[in-house]
């Protein structure tokens, strides 16, 4: 949802500080703004939720975890994205 | 103080993901403490009934809170805090009935606005709609293509929380009814009148006056 109200987060705005608010580096306000767009913000919620499990699985993988075959497929794709 | 806390399933602090105690049948839940340092930021926080709109979540608790206690502009930061009792009558059908009741305070404000504007016609087919199916579609028909700072395109946002509402999104459904305020006063104080509207429903609906009431002396003080 986008903002109407001045001050309020955009949707594309949370996207843009989640790694910080992760790592603890917003300002208080701006903490504030963040956690109050994501309580009337169902998509925002979510999103927030996949990202801290994505956090917390990708914090267990060691890079011999991820097989042959699957770091190829990526290193393919991440070749492709670039030079696109 | 007493004080309100939304959590999320299982009693779980939204964003810190820390489990609260809970309350036995004769006794508080044991105290979170927060650590020393910036309250504002670190600090046990919940909401006085006015701040209740702005956090929604699937769990609603009375709470006792400790000192240091600093208000803040939309919640209230302690130095620890205790669960106390659940608000029971927050539950997936209650959250139903207040996203409801935000579309149909929207209606209700648009409709205001279009007789005022004399568009009296489109008030009259807003006030003849009787359930969210109707209020979106008709709301969505009255605002055709009009902007959202003209009386017709006010009914955007009846439109929208009628819609959420039917999709069980309270959130949503309310912040619509604030962005109407907005919209209405084109100020900010439009969207507090209304998270206070909400405030004061959801303190009646929830009977959070007669809670904290019967929930003893002992706990209105620190």
């Known amino acids: 949802m986008s903002a109407a109200i001045a001050g309020e987060l955009t949707c594309k705005e949370l996207v843009e500080l989640v790694t910080d608010y992760f790592e603890d580096r917003l300002p208080t306000g701006e903490n504030r703004r963040f956690e109050l767009h994501v309580c009337s913000c169902t998509g925002c919620r979510a999103y927030l939720a996949q990202m801290r499990a994505l956090v917390r699985a990708a914090g267990r993988l060691a890079e011999r975890d991820l097989p042959v075959a699957a770091r190829e497929n990526l290193l393919t794709a991440f070749r492709a994205w670039k030079r696109a | 103080m007493l004080a309100y806390k939304f959590l999320s399933a299982g009693a779980i602090a939204p964003f810190t993901g820390r489990p609260w105690p809970l309350p036995g049948p004769r006794a508080p839940g044991a105290w979170i403490v927060a650590p020393s340092g910036d309250l504002a930021r670190y600090g046990v926080h919940a909401c006085r009934m006015e701040d209740?709109?702005?956090?929604?979540?699937?769990?609603?608790?009375?709470?006792?809170?400790?000192?240091?206690?600093?208000?803040?502009?939309?919640?209230?930061?302690?130095?620890?805090?205790?669960?106390?009792?659940?608000?029971?009558?927050?539950?997936?059908?209650?959250?139903?009935?207040?996203?409801?009741?935000?579309?149909?305070?929207?209606?209700?404000?648009?409709?205001?606005?279009?007789?005022?504007?004399?568009l009296d016609a489109e008030a009259s087919v807003l006030r003849a709609c009787i359930d969210l199916v109707s209020l979106q579609a008709s709301a969505t028909a009255v605002a055709g293509d009009a902007a959202r700072d003209e009386p017709r395109g006010l009914a955007v946002y009846a439109a929208g929380a009628a819609m959420r509402a039917r999709q069980g999104r309270y959130p949503e459904a309310s912040l619509q009814c604030a962005h109407l305020g907005a919209a209405l006063t084109g100020s900010e104080a439009g969207a507090g009148c209304e998270r206070a509207w909400q405030a004061r429903w959801l303190a009646h609906r929830l009977e959070l006056h007669e809670i904290a009431a019967r929930s003893g002396v002992d706990a209105l003080t620190v």
Do not use: K
């Open chain 2, 52 to 118: 209740l709109p702005y956090w929604p979540d699937e769990q609603l608790w009375l709470v006792e809170l400790g000192e240091p206690i600093e208000p803040m502009p939309l919640h209230v930061a302690a130095g620890r805090g205790r669960l106390l009792q659940r608000i029971t009558a927050w539950n997936a059908a209650g959250a139903r009935e207040y996203a409801a009741a935000c579309a149909w305070r929207a209606r209700d404000l648009v409709a205001e606005a279009l007789g005022r504007a004399a």
